[in-house]
């Protein structure tokens, strides 16, 4: 089965300073597209950042930055400048086949 | 904006109740997913549906049947439930046009409580 792995269950950072959550997947395809979405406490799941496999180029959303590692099939994001808001369950997901990983819980810590 | 409604935020049933969770989506999207969301276990694809009355099963189908009739509806049935059925369902859809490249919209889940 083609899987999505993210391997911390739960991280904090400090206010104002970077955090990196890492997400692996496995798939055989050559073309497809990476997402990570969030989900804020008690509130509906948004699309964070999207990545293109076939880009070599990582995406960036203003504080959010990811590092795509096509061979390695690893597809990390990248929070600089954490802010309260922050605070969320991460899901980083691979819609060829409708997976998602298990979740990053992100506490951002005043 | 992209506006994803389920019927319900919180359910409690019984074992062996037939259960209807309903999503609607007032983007015109014509892919439409089910997923259940447990607790180390991430979002898991139940159902999805391309096209008006066409399904396909996901990752877990079994206990679970799906309608849809019209675009902007997709239901969740649940035949006969069971407690370990006990979970946050989330409906979500997308566009077809732009393939894998678009997101996924996604309701506010709904828990349900199997007894």
């Known amino acids: 089965a083609q899987t999505v792995t993210q391997s911390q269950p739960e991280m904090s950072v400090q206010e104002a300073e970077t955090v990196t959550l890492s997400c692996t997947y496995d798939?055989?395809?050559?073309?497809?597209?990476l997402f990570w979405y969030k989900q804020p406490p008690s509130r509906q799941m948004i699309l964070v950042i999207r990545?293109?496999?076939?880009?070599?180029q990582n995406a960036t959303e203003n504080r959010f930055s990811v590092n795509f590692q096509k061979a390695a099939k690893s597809f990390s994001l990248k929070i600089s400048d954490s802010q309260l808001g922050d605070t969320a369950m991460y899901f980083c997901?691979?819609?060829?086949?409708?997976?998602f990983g298990a979740g990053t819980r992100l506490t951002v810590k005043p | 904006d992209v506006k994803v409604t389920q019927s319900s935020r919180y359910l409690v049933k019984r074992t062996g109740e037939k259960v209807f969770l309903e999503c609607v989506q007032d983007?015109?999207?014509?892919?439409m997913f089910w997923y259940r969301q447990d607790p180390g276990l991430g979002l898991r694809l139940i159902y999805f549906?391309?096209?008006?009355?066409?399904?396909e099963k996901g990752d877990i189908p079994e206990g679970y049947s799906v309608s849809r009739e019209k675009k902007e509806r997709f239901s969740l049935i649940l035949e006969s439930a069971s407690t370990n059925q006990t979970s946050m369902y989330l409906c979500?859809?997308?566009?077809?046009?732009?393939?894998?490249?678009?997101?996924?919209?996604f309701g506010p889940g709904t828990r349900l409580t199997v007894l």
């Open positions: 798939t055989s395809e050559n073309n497809y597209y």
């Open positions: 549906s391309y096209d008006v009355k066409m399904k």
């Open positions: 983007m015109d999207h014509e892919n």
């Open positions: 990545q293109e496999a076939y880009k070599q």
């Open positions: 979500a859809s997308s566009l077809t046009k732009g393939g894998g490249y678009n997101e996924q919209f």
């Open positions: 997901a691979q819609t060829l086949n409708m997976r």
